[in-house]
């Protein structure tokens, strides 16, 4: 049987060399900034959105027939502390304290958050839904919290998708990759 026979039009081994290069802007003084509610700001668009529909729903449950019975309780529960956490996070959008402390990953955070409070308003929609042949509230109730449910869910995959694209809350991050193939002579 012959030797090891190498093929002469390809290299032994094989280096790859790749240069990554992260630029970082940001202001770290706190300031107003109203830009955040732009109409083309879809983040700063959907914050809005569920702080009216957790607003409305917290009514409507609160107002139901059935507001002292336990799905009552879970969604009144559900639909503030989402009211209050995000009203939260649009004053520190607005108020540009994220780009102060921009060394904190406040897009997973915020990802888990939406990605969690997507399905605390399923379950607590889906309680309201079994009540509400029974009462308008209820069901209106539940309305509202399916469509919560969908805003949080829209926006935990935007935090997602910046979040794995190495994006920041705030200010620009600029991401360079830069490099090649490099063949170097050697053995395997």
């Known amino acids: 049987m012959e030797g090891d026979m190498v093929d002469p039009g390809f290299p032994q081994s094989h280096t790859t060399a790749t240069t ?7 202001t770290t003084n706190i300031r107003f900034d109203p830009s955040y509610l732009n109409p083309r ?18 009514i409507c449950a609160a107002v139901s027939r059935f507001n002292d019975y336990s799905h009552a309780n879970w969604f009144c529960f559900v639909t503030m502390t989402g009211f209050w956490v995000t009203g939260i996070l649009l004053v520190l959008y607005l108020m540009h304290v994220l780009e102060k402390f921009h060394m904190v990953p406040w897009l997973m ?20 839904a079994a009540y509400g042949g029974e009462d308008g509230a209820a069901a209106a109730a539940a309305f509202f919290g399916y469509v919560s449910m969908i805003l949080y869910g829209v926006d935990a995959f935007f935090k997602f998708k910046g979040w794995r694209a190495g994006e920041i809350a705030q200010g620009e991050r ?3 990759m830069s490099g090649g193939d490099m063949a170097s002579p050697g053995a395997y």
Not at 116 to 126: E, I
């Open 20 to 26: 990554t290069t992260t630029t970082t802007r940001v």
């Open 41 to 58: 700001n879809i983040p700063g668009i959907l914050k809005i959105a569920v702080l009216v529909f957790n607003l409305i729903g917290y």
């Open 109 to 128: 955070l915020e990802f888990g958050y939406c990605a969690l409070w997507t399905f605390f308003c399923l379950t607590a929609a889906s309680a309201c």
């Open 174 to 176: 600029q991401i360079q």
